[in-house]
């Protein structure tokens, strides 16, 4: 059973800079991508950047230049740089594991991201 758990939220003010992690356990292929997801009040969840396990990045146009997804294949951990906060990058942000060739789709519960102006 694969499990993805986040760390890193919190409350920042605009300008600033947070770190999420998202760790995931149990059994993944080799060939996968994780990455975050975001949803604020009132909206539909939205991609905000995501890696595959050989390196490719895609990122959100909203968030390219501030935000920066890295992660250790070895330790399945995907880790979101935030810079340049701006209070509508406020939502709860969600790590993303799609694996194997089968894409199985994974969600951790969520992580609150809250940027005061």
């Known amino acids: 059973q694969v499990q993805l758990v986040e760390s890193g939220g919190g409350l920042v003010q605009a300008g600033g800079s947070l770190r999420l992690s998202c760790a995931a356990s149990?059994?993944?292929?080799?060939?996968?991508?994780m990455g975050w997801y975001r949803q604020a009040p009132g909206k539909q969840r939205e991609l905000v950047a995501t890696m595959s396990s050989g390196g490719s990045t895609n990122y959100a146009i909203s968030v390219t230049g501030r935000f920066t997804i890295s992660r250790d294949n070895a330790k399945n951990t995907v880790l979101l740089q935030m810079n340049s906060l701006k209070p509508e990058d406020t939502a709860v942000y969600y790590c993303n594991l799609k694996d194997g060739p089968l894409v199985r789709n994974y969600w951790g519960k969520g992580t609150l991201v809250t940027v005061s102006s």
């Open positions: 149990g059994i993944l292929s080799s060939l996968n991508t």
